[in-house]
Each structure stands twice: as C-alpha cells, then as structure tokens.
C-alpha cells in the first residue's frame, strides 16, 4: 500500500503540473510552421455592383446590412475578444472581434517576437512593439465578426490565438433599428461603417464582416489541446483512486486503539 500510495501521488502531481502547463499554453499564441499560400498575401476584396441589403432580427432589433465588397481574409489570429452581449443587447450579432495579421507579419513570424503584444478592448485591436522590429501596420486588422450562424459560432468558439483561419463574406455597412419602435427615428438607429482599405488606423479602421463561411485551416494547438485533455483525465483517475482508497480504509481497515498500559493494541 506504501508503494501504491506513493505512485498515486507522484501521478497526481505530474498530471496537475503537465494541466497547468498546457493550460498556459493555450492562452500564447501558437506557431504555424507551413502556412497557406493566402496568408502570404493581402486579403481578397471585390467591388459588388448591385445588391439587395441584407435583413435579420434578434429579439429586440432589426438590422439592415448593406454590402459594398466581397472579402476574403486568410491570417494568423493574435487576438481574439468574446464581448458577451446580452439578448437585448444591440451588439449580439456582433458579438467577436478577431484580429489578425498576414503577409509578412505572418511570414517572419514576428508576431511570436516577446517583443510585440496584442490586446482588444472596446472594439479596438491594440498592438504594441518595442526596439527596431520590421512589423507593418498595414498587415494587421481587427475584423467585427457580423453572423447569426450558431455554426459559425460555434467554430469562433474554438479558434485559438495563432491559428491560421480563412474568412469569407462582404464588407459592410449596418444599422440596426429596435423592434419597438413604430416610427423610424434616426436618433434610435446605431451604425457601423467598415473600413475598405488596410492602410487606415484608429477609429472607423476596423473591418465590419458578413460572415458566409470561416474555416480554420492550421490548428497551432494541436500538442496543447491533447497534452490538456490527458492530464484532466489523469487528475480525475488519480482523485478517484484516491477516494476509493478513502472508502476502502473507512470501511475495512481496523483503527489501532490503545490500550491503558500505553501499548497499541490491534
């Protein structure tokens, strides 16, 4: 039992270390080693001539989505922010941003450099880099992810920073009018205006997405993701070993009781 003992606990820790370590590991931003040919290159976008506006609801809003160009963005993901709205919230179908970098920012892999960091808040994709680093703001955006698909949904779900994803759909303009209100009124009508071109900055700078189909092509995760699953179930075996060893003492190991002499007395 010693010797059992002993295992289980070493077991035990090796498991917790190796779950905290992949779970560490997740959260960086992972290396893509063969990168598709389109993340070399600056995104696709295509001038539309005439289309209809495009018109969904949620519960509380009716949004009217105007595409100007067909666009396609294949990159590297550096960031990426869940904002959670809420049902009402005006923002649902919006809820991710993802930003992103391609062309040579992806190709010199200068986006894994401890010297370069990227943040997102309040819709804002931030980057940061320090000394004489050769990274080109033009090959890097922050994309508003635009969809009611909960399949599409469910793949953002999954994407980690570093991998390598495709994006296709329109860029757009959007507006969006709440459900309870009879009259049209201006002053109730939120708007969003996409970027058109790679080379801005700041506000109005980000890239508002239709979203038709996104694939990830490159999971940078893979070893993480299978490295985190194992030691889970490495920690839930040991952790049960170790209660039914519990139960098994409880209900069949004899206490050792003393007697009034001093001597222990099985």
């Known amino acids: 039992m010693k010797y059992f003992n002993f295992f289980l606990r070493v077991a035990f820790v090796t498991a917790l270390v190796a779950f905290g370590w992949s779970f560490y590991n997740l959260n960086q931003i992972g290396r893509v080693d063969n990168l598709n ?3 070399k290159s600056d995104p696709v976008q295509t001038a539309i001539a005439k289309m209809d506006p495009i018109i969904f609801k ?6 009217t989505a105007s595409p100007s160009y067909d666009y396609t963005i294949t990159g590297i993901v550096v960031s990426k922010q869940d904002y959670e709205p809420q049902e009402t919230d005006v923002t ?10 391609w062309g040579k920012n992806a190709t010199s892999g200068i986006y894994l450099s401890p010297d370069v960091s990227f943040s997102q808040n309040q819709r804002f994709c931030n980057f940061n880099y320090s000394g004489s680093l050769d990274f080109n703001k033009a090959e890097l955006s922050n994309n508003h992810i635009v969809t009611t698909d909960q399949a599409i949904l469910d793949k953002i779900k999954m994407i980690r920073r570093g991998d390598e994803i495709s994006i296709t759909g329109y860029l757009i303009n959007m507006n969006a009018m709440p459900n309870s209100s009879a009259v049209y009124d201006s002053t109730k009508v939120t708007k969003w205006d996409t970027s058109i071109t ?4 700041g506000a109005g700078a980000c890239e508002v997405i239709y979203v038709k189909s996104l694939d ?3 999971d940078s995760h893979v070893l993480d993701k299978q490295q985190n699953q194992y030691s889970l179930w490495g920690l839930i075996g040991t952790s049960s070993m170790f209660i039914i060893e519990l139960f098994i003492i409880m209900l069949f190991v004899k206490p050792k009781t003393r007697t009034a002499s001093g001597f222990i007395k099985d």
């Open 37 to 39: 040919s389109a993340t």
């Open 58 to 63: 949620t519960a509380a809003y009716t949004y």
């Open 92 to 101: 649902l179908p919006m809820r991710y941003d993802i930003c992103m970098v």
């Open 198 to 201: 790679r080379t801005d900055t």
């Open 216 to 218: 990830i092509l490159t």
